[in-house]
């Protein structure tokens, strides 16, 4: 079963703080705020996921990486990373989000990897490593432990 491991947000930049749940709008989680609007955030940016099993990973092959480091505002853990695909559909706490898109890295987040490596998670050198966006269909409220479920795809 995967679950919310980390809720992450910050007032600007990274690394994002965990929280033990926050609502969420069609804008993002209230309290977050992105220093770069132009690359991050809005309604087709308003959450931004990441594996917990892909971060411990990383962490193997050597790079800082935990929770929030990258700006993530979800680290699921137990999920299948493979299935992720633009328009797939999660359920998560009172909320409903859709896949929009791959994350691109920038170099904000090169402190969390060695050598500050951080395309290691580009989705376009690296297929499979990338963190996710996604918007939010139903507004609601995301807790430590909930539940992801797979709504369609």
Request: charged letters at 20%; glycine letters at 12%.
């Amino acid at each position: 079963m995967s679950i919310i491991h980390s809720i992450n947000i910050s007032k600007g930049g990274v690394p994002k703080t965990s929280v033990n749940g926050a609502e969420v709008t069609f804008d993002g989680f209230i309290g977050d705020k992105q220093n770069d609007l132009k690359h991050h955030g809005g309604k087709l940016k308003a959450v931004c996921l990441y594996s917990l099993d892909l971060i411990e990973k990383l962490n193997l092959e050597g790079h800082l990486i935990f929770p929030g480091s990258t700006g993530e505002n979800l680290t699921l853990s137990g999920f299948d990373w493979n299935v992720m695909r633009i328009g797939l559909k999660l359920m998560i706490g009172d909320t409903i989000i859709k896949l929009t898109g791959p994350a691109k890295p920038c170099k904000t987040i090169s402190s969390s990897f060695n050598s500050g490596m951080y395309l290691r998670i580009d989705e376009k050198k690296f297929p499979g490593w990338s963190r996710w966006y996604a918007s939010v269909i139903k507004e609601g409220r995301i807790r430590l432990g909930d539940a992801v479920l797979l709504i369609e795809g």
